[in-house]
């Protein structure tokens, strides 16, 4: 059965406030205190011109676009120095990727995010808005004003399957998400990750050569993506960062769970 546009939204929105607590915990190591409040049913050009946007188009078979506007305060208040801001970004991209990897599970072409870009959106505007309220560290750090085009709700509601069809991953991922008690033992379940960096293949004679100060020559080259894998299945890609000191990924592409079990079985 399809669902109302202010449901999908809602959905939408519950979603991307997981993932947003997610990457913020990641880049600062403390999770954020976020609500969603009430929003206007549109914005004023001032309003509009009062923060710093951020947007990205998401794409699958057809496209839309989705901005989170924000002021200063705020990604000063998630970070620290000059990167601060180029973290906020970071933060609100994997917000955007998240939410439309899980949103788009089982869609014949999953919703991935493009690049994103500095950019006000224009009036008029077909959007629906939210108001994230964000609190860190004990402190109101600001409200992020997050819009999506309302062409989105419809492609994130496809038609239902016929009649006799097997449930999509979608409808899966809901069912087990009506349960909190089953949800809640899968949350605790701990998945090993690993990132590779590339392979090799040598001669036992060349392996034995090996000594402090060798040099393997890896199948990648240097600016490819690596691969992400949990429990030995890739499921994205990304490139190296460093974060506060730390190396991490940052992720580019997630797999679709067809490409995930054809390199499973492949590898």
């Not at 869609?107 to 994230?132: N, T, Y």
């Not at 890739?234 to 079990?261: L, P």
Request: charged share 20%; hydrophobic share 45%; aromatic share 6%.
């Amino acid at each position: 059965m399809n669902e109302t546009p202010t449901e999908i939204f809602q959905e939408l929105i519950e979603q991307w406030l997981e993932e947003f607590g997610r990457a913020v915990e990641m880049f600062t190591g403390e999770k954020p205190e976020l609500a969603s409040q009430s929003a206007p049913s549109e914005l004023s050009e001032p309003e509009i011109a009062s923060r710093t946007w951020w947007k990205q188009v998401v794409q699958g078979e057809s496209s839309f676009s989705i901005w989170a506007g924000a002021t200063e305060p705020l990604w000063t208040a998630l970070g620290e120095g000059a990167e601060a801001q180029s973290s906020f970004f970071e933060m609100l991209s994997q917000a955007n990727s998240g939410t439309a990897a899980v949103l788009s599970a089982g869609f014949p072409a999953p919703l991935r995010c493009q690049d994103g870009v500095v950019e006000a959106p224009k009036l008029p505007l077909d959007v629906s808005i939210a108001q994230i309220k964000v609190a860190f560290r004990g402190s109101d750090a600001g409200v992020i004003s997050l819009l999506v085009e309302k062409k989105g709700l419809a492609i994130l509601n496809p038609d239902p399957p016929a009649a006799g069809n097997a449930v999509s991953d979608r409808e899966a991922y809901s069912s087990i998400s009506a349960s909190p008690q089953m949800l809640s033992r899968l949350m605790d379940l701990q998945l090993p990750v690993s990132v590779l960096l590339g392979r090799a293949t040598i001669t036992i004679k060349d392996a034995l050569k090996l000594m402090s100060g060798s040099v393997v020559e890896l199948d990648r080259r240097v600016g490819d993506h690596v691969e992400i894998m949990v429990h030995g299945t890739i499921v994205a890609k990304g490139e190296i960062v460093s974060v506060k000191g730390n190396y991490g990924v940052r992720i580019k592409e997630v797999i679709s769970r067809q490409d995930r079990i054809a390199l499973h079985e492949a590898a």
